[in-house]
């Protein structure tokens, strides 16, 4: 399974000038071999464009997402890399989506499939990556 980070969706959904067409073609490899799937956090992030979760419901139709939720090991996971993350310097006063993100494709063996793979090879090395 592949979960597909906001960013990816954002860029076919709003067909990103510089980034759709990569984006959609990522997903579409991605959709040919393992089935896609996104979380409450990347759901939240996509829904920011949206007035209504219709409309979103609406935008996300088209693909064939599973709706996984957030477990509570890729939370305790995701504190882990946000204390890594301050003892680096990060400012953040609480964990970034990106966190929750990558803990869950860690805990799930999941592939991710992003356009910002900097943050999750730091503090997620164990995911497979789908970047440029």
Request: hydrophobic share 45%; net charge neutral; no cysteine.
């Amino acid at each position: 399974m592949v979960l597909v980070d906001s960013n990816v969706l954002i860029d076919v959904l709003s067909d990103d000038p510089d980034w759709a067409d990569w984006s959609q073609a990522r997903l579409l490899e991605a959709f040919a071999e393992e089935a896609l799937a996104i979380n409450p956090i990347i759901y939240a992030e996509i829904g920011a464009a949206y007035r209504t979760a219709n409309a979103l419901e609406r935008a996300l139709d088209p693909w064939p997402l599973t709706r996984l939720p957030l477990p509570y090991e890729a939370s305790w996971l995701a504190s882990r890399a946000y204390l890594r993350y301050r003892k680096r310097g990060g400012g953040k006063i609480a964990p970034l989506p990106d966190f929750y993100i990558g803990a869950q494709a860690q805990i799930g063996k999941l592939t991710l499939l992003t356009r910002d793979a900097a943050r999750y090879r730091t503090y997620f090395p164990k995911v497979t990556l789908i970047s440029p």
